[in-house]
């Protein structure tokens, strides 16, 4: 997980906020029902502006659901605090999951090392989710979310965790200067469109419609239905939960 824009708040604010990323990780995985997962989680290191760790394989399914909409949830209640703490904090996030071997001996000099490493931070700097961030709404979407083409196959397209397939948007994840450019899918536990869904400026009002004209008008809904993900598992439908 990296903070987005983390070094547009308060320079004597940071050394705080860098400390509260391990700690509402470990609050939503609590809450998630997860505390032994996080409890056994494998090299985990601060970044300063984020936070690394390593779980088991079988465990990969559960970072997606229920972890990602309980870290929004997590998310949103400390932005609560934060402003009242001081009204130009921000705390968002992004999160990025990819699965690959990579060595686990208790040695912190090459534990984790690998290219499975390299990737999920290519994938966590990738123009895709950084757009997704930058066009949201901040005080709606705090967390957006990427997974490697091998998660979305062998866990969400699998049937393994309790999110819709249909709940991610597939992209090329590219990071300038870097020669990296694989597949990837998108997850936003609270998505929104940011200034994409703000009223713009009126525009001079066009000349009045024949009687017959019919004015039709597309929007998104936000939210949308539930969804039962490969016969199983428990869905979140906010502000609630469906069990199938």
């Known amino acids: ?55 088991r394989p079988q465990h990969v399914p559960f970072l997606i659901h229920p972890l990602l909409d309980e870290m929004q949830r997590v998310l949103e209640e400390e932005d609560g605090r934060l402003r009242i703490l001081d009204r130009s904090l921000r705390l968002r996030l992004r999160a990025a ?83 990296f450019r694989q597949p990837a899918w998108l997850y936003v536990p609270r998505d929104s469109r940011g200034e994409d869904v703000r009223p713009s400026t009126p525009s001079p009002r066009p000349p009045a419609a024949p009687p017959s004209a019919t004015m039709i008008v597309h929007g998104d809904n936000i939210g949308g239905s539930s969804y039962k993900a490969a016969d199983h598992g428990t869905v979140n439908v906010f502000p609630g939960s469906r069990h199938g």
């Open 1 to 55: 997980m990296d903070a987005v824009r983390f070094t547009a708040n308060p320079s004597a604010r940071l050394p705080g906020l860098s400390e509260r990323i391990p700690d509402l990780l470990c609050e939503a995985f609590h809450r998630s029902g997860l505390g032994m997962i996080w409890t056994e989680r494998r090299f985990p290191q601060s970044t300063g502006d984020g936070y690394v760790f390593g779980v």
């Open 97 to 179: 999951i990819h699965i690959g071997p990579v060595p686990d001996a208790g040695n912190p000099g090459q534990d984790r090392i690998g290219t499975p490493t390299n990737d999920t931070f290519r994938l966590l700097d990738s123009g895709s989710i950084k757009k997704v961030m930058e066009r949201s709404e901040p005080d709606v979407t705090l967390l957006g979310a990427i997974v490697s083409q091998r998660v979305f196959d062998d866990v969400v397209a699998a049937g393994y965790t309790g999110v819709h397939p249909t709940r991610f948007t597939e992209v090329v994840a590219e990071v300038p200067g870097k020669t």
